[in-house]
């Protein structure tokens, strides 16, 4: 009998060394021990920037200030990022060394019962973090080579002289922006009429803009029917009859939420696991937390709901967590889109009365050298009160960037507060701060 059994091993872990420390009896289950620490760490986030990082490195290379020519030698950027996986995942499994660890495939088969490996294993609260998995629509023949996903690009041995991508989420433009800059000819296929239409238009225009640049094909309006491996490569038939040839195609339609370790009918599924604003399921006691909830699929939201969570059963009465104050970004190159709070997409869609401030960047110097002539910041605040609302950035390294709003939100500081702050020249803060005035 555990005080709390954490079932998935990705973020999940920070809660389990929490409620471990604060003396509670504890089991983590992963199904795979060499991925503790979760899809972030070795299939995601972690690994995907590394590689953008390097490919924007032979980016900045081709600038005519700069002589002779980079390439990626992908079999070495690979090895170098196994074994930093490998150095971070030892680090990870020292941390949890506090608790027990239990490798297997789990089920949860009645309350506060989870079944692993023929043993059942008991619980007076469950703590579920299955994550999620990449999403390939019908008709599609994933084959793991040429017709791949995003865990695939991260063990390539070659970079491929074309690609198609399907879908326009942050991993379909994310690795958009790794194998244009990277030498590849890229053809980008939308099911949509636009890119990032969630966006401000002028951001949604300006990544348009960005592509373009950087030599990527864009085909909005186009959805798949079948995609299947040919003599030639990849042979992709669209809705409308038309066809298209290319090396390889990357599927990047999303993910859906790892639901089938809940085997009994009191814990609700409907697009993920069911749960309040406290992440508890249909069941009490039982909760979920990161992709499997289908609330964000982000590993910074994750890691925030297993700590709440354990904040919870610890009895520390922590007030609910606001998931709109969560920082949301896609890291494109050269400059990369982050939105915190509410943009104007959702301001509008809401009918909320609000300011918006916009400052270009190519109002400052600094933009000239930073590939930022086409990047801009929107702040948002409220018409009546001046409280800040939220903040859009399109610009070099805008996850970064956008950190001194989400803290504004945090601490529900208004225009007059945010206008008190000085930040440095040169930098595209000083934009930010800009918008602020303007306001």
């Given at each position: 009998?555990?005080?709390?059994?954490?079932?998935?091993?990705?973020?999940?872990?920070?809660?389990?060394?929490?409620?471990?420390?604060?003396?509670?009896?504890?089991?983590?289950?992963?199904?795979?021990?060499?991925?503790?620490?979760?899809?972030?760490?070795?299939?995601?986030?972690?690994?995907?920037?590394?590689?953008?990082?390097?490919?924007?490195?032979?980016?900045?290379?081709?600038?005519?200030?700069?002589?002779?020519?980079?390439?990626?030698?992908?079999?070495?950027?690979?090895?170098?990022?196994?074994?930093?996986?490998?150095?971070?995942?030892?680090?990870?499994?020292?941390?949890?060394?506090?608790?027990?660890?239990?490798?297997?495939?789990?089920?949860?088969?009645?309350?506060?019962?989870?079944?692993?490996?023929?043993?059942?294993?008991?619980?007076?609260?469950?703590?579920?973090?299955?994550?999620?998995?990449?999403?390939?629509?019908?008709?599609?023949?994933?084959?793991?080579?040429?017709?791949?996903?995003?865990?695939?690009?991260?063990e390539l041995t070659y970079i491929p002289?074309?690609?198609?991508?399907?879908?326009?989420?942050?991993?379909?433009?994310?690795?958009?922006?790794?194998?244009?800059t990277a030498g590849s000819s890229v053809?980008?296929?939308?099911?949509?009429?636009?890119?990032?239409?969630?966006?401000?238009?002028?951001?949604?225009?300006?990544?348009?803009?960005?592509?373009?640049?950087?030599?990527?094909?864009?085909?909005?309006?186009?959805?798949?029917?079948?995609?299947?491996?040919?003599?030639?490569?990849?042979?992709?038939?669209?809705?409308?009859?038309?066809?298209?040839?290319?090396?390889?195609?990357?599927?990047?339609?999303?993910?859906?939420?790892?639901?089938?370790?809940?085997?009994?009918?009191?814990?609700?599924?409907?697009?993920?696991?069911?749960?309040?604003?406290?992440?508890?399921?249909?069941?009490?006691?039982?909760?979920?937390?990161?992709?499997?909830?289908?609330?964000?699929?982000?590993?910074?939201?994750?890691?925030?709901?297993?700590?709440?969570?354990?904040?919870?059963?610890?009895?520390?009465?922590?007030?609910?967590?606001?998931?709109?104050?969560?920082?949301?970004?896609?890291?494109?190159?050269?400059?990369?889109?982050?939105?915190?709070?509410?943009?104007?997409?959702?301001?509008?869609?809401?009918?909320?009365?609000?300011?918006?401030?916009?400052v270009l960047l190519k109002q400052f110097?600094?933009?000239?050298?930073?590939?930022?002539?086409?990047?801009?910041?929107?702040?948002?605040?409220?018409?009546?009160?001046?409280?800040?609302?939220?903040?859009?950035?399109?610009?070099?390294?805008?996850?970064?960037?956008?950190?001194?709003?989400?803290?504004?939100?945090?601490?529900?500081?208004?225009?007059?507060?945010?206008?008190?702050?000085?930040?440095?020249?040169?930098?595209?803060?000083?934009?930010?701060?800009?918008?602020?005035?303007?306001?």
């Amino acid at each position: 009998m555990y005080d709390i059994i954490y079932i998935g091993g990705g973020l999940n872990y920070a809660g389990a060394i929490v409620a471990a420390k604060a003396g509670k009896k504890v089991a983590l289950i992963e199904s795979d021990m060499s991925q503790l620490g979760g899809v972030c760490l070795h299939k995601g986030c972690i690994p995907s920037k590394m590689f953008l990082h390097y490919s924007n490195l032979v980016y900045e290379s081709s600038s005519e200030i700069l002589q002779g020519a980079l390439s990626l030698d992908i079999e070495t950027l690979v090895e170098k990022k196994n074994a930093l996986l490998k150095s971070v995942t030892k680090v990870v499994t020292k941390q949890c060394s506090h608790f027990e660890l239990i490798e297997g495939k789990a089920k949860i088969i009645a309350p506060h019962k989870v079944a692993v490996n023929g043993e059942v294993y008991e619980g007076e609260y469950i703590v579920i973090g299955t994550g999620s998995s990449a999403f390939v629509p019908e008709g599609i023949e994933y084959n793991g080579d040429d017709i791949i996903i995003s865990d695939d690009v991260l063990e390539l041995t070659y970079i491929p002289k074309e690609i198609a991508i399907y879908g326009t989420g942050a991993i379909g433009l994310e690795m958009a922006s790794f194998f244009a800059t990277a030498g590849s000819s890229v053809t980008v296929i939308d099911r949509h009429d636009s890119l990032l239409k969630s966006a401000h238009p002028q951001i949604t225009k300006a990544l348009k803009e960005q592509f373009v640049n950087l030599g990527v094909t864009l085909l909005t309006n186009h959805s798949i029917q079948s995609a299947s491996e040919s003599p030639d490569g990849v042979q992709i038939r669209f809705e409308d009859g038309i066809t298209l040839q290319t090396q390889m195609l990357l599927v990047a339609t999303g993910r859906k939420p790892n639901v089938d370790v809940v085997a009994t009918e009191e814990i609700e599924i409907k697009r993920g696991i069911t749960t309040d604003e406290m992440f508890e399921t249909t069941l009490a006691k039982h909760y979920a937390i990161g992709d499997c909830n289908a609330k964000l699929q982000l590993a910074h939201a994750a890691r925030a709901e297993a700590l709440h969570v354990t904040k919870q059963i610890l009895g520390k009465s922590p007030k609910p967590l606001n998931l709109g104050h969560v920082v949301k970004f896609i890291h494109t190159l050269p400059m990369s889109y982050a939105v915190v709070g509410m943009g104007k997409n959702e301001l509008e869609n809401k009918q909320l009365p609000y300011k918006e401030s916009l400052v270009l960047l190519k109002q400052f110097t600094y933009s000239v050298y930073n590939h930022a002539k086409n990047g801009l910041i929107v702040t948002y605040a409220d018409e009546k009160s001046g409280k800040i609302l939220g903040a859009e950035i399109f610009a070099p390294n805008a996850e970064e960037l956008i950190a001194s709003v989400a803290m504004s939100l945090a601490g529900d500081m208004n225009l007059t507060q945010a206008k008190e702050t000085i930040l440095a020249h040169p930098t595209f803060s000083e934009a930010l701060e800009r918008t602020f005035y303007k306001l």
